[in-house]
């Protein structure tokens, strides 16, 4: 079978079985575990949600729905970090977590294979089993070395989806190894060049403030210049604490977004920051605070 030569996708445009065994499949849906598992995965996108949730984000939806009551974190040991994060995530969100590293037992490469060293190194079969013997109800499984992640998913007898993947060259992102795909660093750089975001000028703010829109002003400035000096309604996050701050402050990531500085180089990088994290519509003030106030 070979879906990508097929011109016509008629699948999905006339409901063609190709396989011609829809009969046999439809009725595996009907049974009580799959059909809850497809209702609360639709869920997810359904009425306009799609896009408007991260990954993690749909992890707890997902497990709120199933009402799963503990969540096993299988991690690779040089995902330490990002499982802690995932940890504290899920547990302010009223999830209970078990974690399972790869290093698990302690097993040497040379008790595995007697050509290899004396470390001790990764051992997906036993945080499979660890897990089998636990009460987890879904597991979320991290960054495992490719082959042990073949091995992990063969003995694993519980719910598993996959939150991490591990590409040591894209920042965990394979998808960027793909001649088509855009990450968002060239959806940002394609979107400012079409001016769909980017600069803007001191009138159009203006507008925005006299109309009353709904739309949040960034100060990149230092505290002092900030409180010598700013545009009304704005929030003052110097650049540098923006990768710290910007969840507590800018938890609705579908409102309109303007950056200002003294010119327009800090704001820059603070937009395309932004951009990185999921924010739909970020701009850049054009001359910045100093171009505003030559407006007044």
């Known amino acids: ?43 997810l996108v359904a009425g306009g949600k799609a896009g ?47 974690s399972y590293r ?8 040379n008790q595995v294979c007697d050509t290899l060293g004396n470390n001790v190194n990764c051992n997906p079969i036993g945080q499979a089993e660890a897990i089998n013997n636990s009460d987890v109800d879904f597991v979320i ?21 996959t939150f991490i993947v591990k590409d040591r060259v894209y920042n965990h992102n394979p998808a960027n190894a793909l001649e088509s795909y ?13 001016n769909k975001m980017g600069m803007k ?20 400035r230092d505290v002092l210049a900030y409180e ?9 996050i110097p650049l540098k604490e923006l990768p710290s701050r910007y969840k507590e402050l800018l938890f609705d990531r579908n409102k309109p977004i303007i950056c200002y500085c003294n010119g327009s180089i800090q704001s820059a990088y603070a937009i ?11 701009y850049n003030l054009s001359g910045g605070f100093s171009g505003w106030q030559k407006t007044l």
């Open 1 to 43: 079978m070979d879906c990508l030569a097929c011109k016509n996708k008629l699948c999905k445009l006339n409901s063609k079985d190709c396989n011609s065994n829809r009969d046999d499949i439809i009725p595996k849906y009907k049974e009580e575990l799959n059909n809850r598992m497809y209702l609360n995965a639709d869920k």
């Open 52 to 98: 408007n949730l991260s990954r993690l984000e749909e992890i707890v939806e997902l497990s709120v729905s199933n009402q799963y009551k503990q969540i096993a974190i299988a991690y690779c040991y040089s995902m330490e970090n990002l499982a802690l994060d995932v940890k504290k995530f899920l547990k302010e969100n009223g999830i209970k977590t078990s």
């Open 102 to 109: 790869c290093t698990i037992n302690g097993i040497k490469e």
């Open 141 to 161: 499984e991290m960054g495992l070395c490719h082959g042990h992640d073949i091995l992990f998913h063969q003995y694993l007898k519980k719910p598993v989806s």
């Open 182 to 194: 855009k990450d968002t660093n060239t959806k940002f750089l394609e979107s400012y060049l079409d």
């Open 201 to 220: 000028p001191s009138s159009w703010l203006r507008e925005q403030l006299n109309t009353q829109q709904n739309i949040s002003i960034i100060d990149l």
């Open 228 to 236: 010598e000096g700013n545009i009304l309604g704005s929030i003052n």
């Open 272 to 282: 395309m920051f932004l951009y990185s994290k999921g924010y739909k519509t970020v």
